[in-house]
């Protein structure tokens, strides 16, 4: 079954600054992977998704992330945060299911400074 | 496309009562999900819908809750004799099968039990 891990609960940083969100996954073969974010009273959005092919994804919002197999993780960067990206940031594991199951990790809140 | 729409947003009912929510999925997807969120988690899987085919349902799913997708579009999630642990965002979200998993967000109904 898969699993996910974001180590982190909670992240403050400095607008300007860059940023990186942990993510572990367990999941015997290739997974799916996904980042998801929340802002309060929003619905989830889709930034980035790994399928297959080049391990560093661009996503929207100038996110980008990397896959590296060897050590299951898939870490969300941006390289300049802005006060807009403080939100509630979830990582998600899919399997080639039947259904495309995903199973989502605890989230990463991110909070800003001006 | 005007998105995954979800009715109420927001439902206060007394423990006991039953309460029933609504989902309007993109027009083309075939795909249904229900999650369920409470504070400080990411959405926990409840049940998922192909068409109008109930597919697979989460232990979290006790017998007091029923899903229906009758004509394979708009869903309802019933919760009968609420109990205060039923607190929680219902989220809403489907996906077109042979998309990889990537599913679209709903912005959720919050239920608060009394």
């Known amino acids: 079954a898969q699993s996910v891990t974001q180590p982190d609960i909670h992240i403050t940083v400095s607008e300007g600054a860059s940023l990186e969100l942990r993510c572990n996954y367990s999941y015997g073969a290739t997974p799916y992977l996904f980042w998801y974010v929340q802002s309060p009273g929003q619905g989830l959005q889709l930034l980035l998704k790994?399928?297959?092919?080049?391990?560093l994804v661009q996503g929207i919002k100038g996110f980008e992330a990397e896959f590296k197999r060897s050590q299951s993780s898939f870490n969300l960067r941006k390289p300049s945060v802005h006060w807009s990206d403080a939100a509630e940031y979830f990582c998600a594991v899919g399997a080639s299911t039947s259904y495309d199951k995903v199973i989502f990790g605890p989230g990463t809140s991110l909070s800003v400074i001006p | 496309d005007t998105g995954v729409s979800q009715d109420p947003r927001h439902k206060i009912t007394k423990r006991g009562q039953n309460v029933t929510f609504r989902c309007d999925p993109i027009?083309?997807?075939?795909?249904l999900y229900w999650y369920r969120q409470t504070l400080g988690q990411g959405p926990e899987f409840l049940t998922y819908?192909?068409?109008?085919?109930?597919?697979?349902k989460s232990r979290l799913l006790s017998d007091r809750f029923s899903a229906e997708r009758p004509k394979g579009s708009f869903s309802t999630l019933e919760i009968q004799r609420t109990e205060q642990g039923d607190s929680a965002m219902y989220l809403c979200a489907s996906s077109l099968a042979g998309n990889s998993g990537e599913q679209y967000f709903g912005p959720g109904t919050r239920l608060t039990v009394t």
């Open positions: 027009s083309e997807h075939n795909r």
């Open positions: 819908f192909q068409n109008e085919a109930q597919l697979e």
């Open positions: 790994y399928f297959s092919g080049d391990t």
